[in-house]
């Protein structure tokens, strides 16, 4: 049982660069969330999608796009990465508010 | 505002000994707080979760106490080990339809070491 996976696990980009960091869940959830993570900080909501269908902004969504291609997967987009959104990003997913479970995080640097 | 605060921020113990983490909530309307274990480059993972009518559950050797009057809870570790070494996470979640269905506030977490 997978879980949730994310893509890439590590990622440098230049600064004006665009790419998607890819998410998929095999436990049938109806909610999916992208984090970012930050030292010194707690995890911070970029996005989520309630359902397939389907997605609302969170905390800090400036920069970012998502895409909720179906049930299993839900991608982050950045279409114009900035040295500010160096951090560690995490896909997590659960069934209306009960335990939700993450990924193993991708660790993108922007230079 | 809706706030999640954790102490000590970091924690050195010995192998063996017991520990306790603290966090104060200040998010309303109250659905269920969580404590998760995050290992050093992975995903956090989930420990415990608690409704407003519960005030503690175990799990193994992981204990989470809530007491919703005064907005508290704790993690108490027993006989730590040091696989234990990582940072936990306290997560508050508003209750769905007093907000958005993502309205999970997370704490800073608590570092936590263990040394032979």
């Known amino acids: 049982n997978a879980g949730v996976t994310q893509t890439p696990k590590f990622q440098v980009l230049k600064t004006g660069q665009s790419m998607t960091l890819q998410c998929a869940q095999d436990m049938n959830h109806n909610s999916m969330y992208w984090y970012r993570q930050d030292p010194g900080m707690g995890l911070r909501l970029i996005y989520y999608s309630a359902s397939e269908g389907t997605t609302d902004k969170g905390e800090v969504p400036n920069g970012y796009n998502v895409s909720r291609l179906n049930k299993r997967e839900f991608s982050l987009r950045l279409e114009s990465a900035a040295p500010s959104q160096t951090s560690v990003y995490f896909c997590?997913?659960?069934?209306?508010?009960?335990?939700?479970?993450f990924g193993q995080g991708t660790r993108l640097t922007v230079v | 505002k809706n706030q999640v605060e954790q102490s000590p921020q970091s924690l050195i113990i010995l192998e063996g000994k017991n520990c306790t983490l603290q966090?104060?909530?200040?998010?309303?309307?109250?659905?269920?707080l969580r404590w998760y274990k995050q290992d050093t480059g992975r995903g956090p993972v989930s420990l415990t979760i608690?409704?407003?009518?519960?005030n503690t559950k175990s799990n193994g050797r992981y204990t989470a106490t809530l007491d919703a009057d005064t907005k508290q809870s704790s993690l108490h570790i027993t006989a730590s080990q040091l696989s234990d070494s990582a940072s936990y996470i306290c997560v508050v979640s508003a209750k769905p339809g007093g907000g958005s269905q993502g309205n999970l506030i997370f704490g800073k977490g608590t570092k936590l070491s263990v040394k032979p």
């Open positions: 966090c104060n909530y200040t998010v309303s309307p109250f659905s269920n």
């Open positions: 608690m409704t407003f009518s519960e």
């Open positions: 997590a997913s659960s069934e209306r508010t009960l335990r939700a479970f």
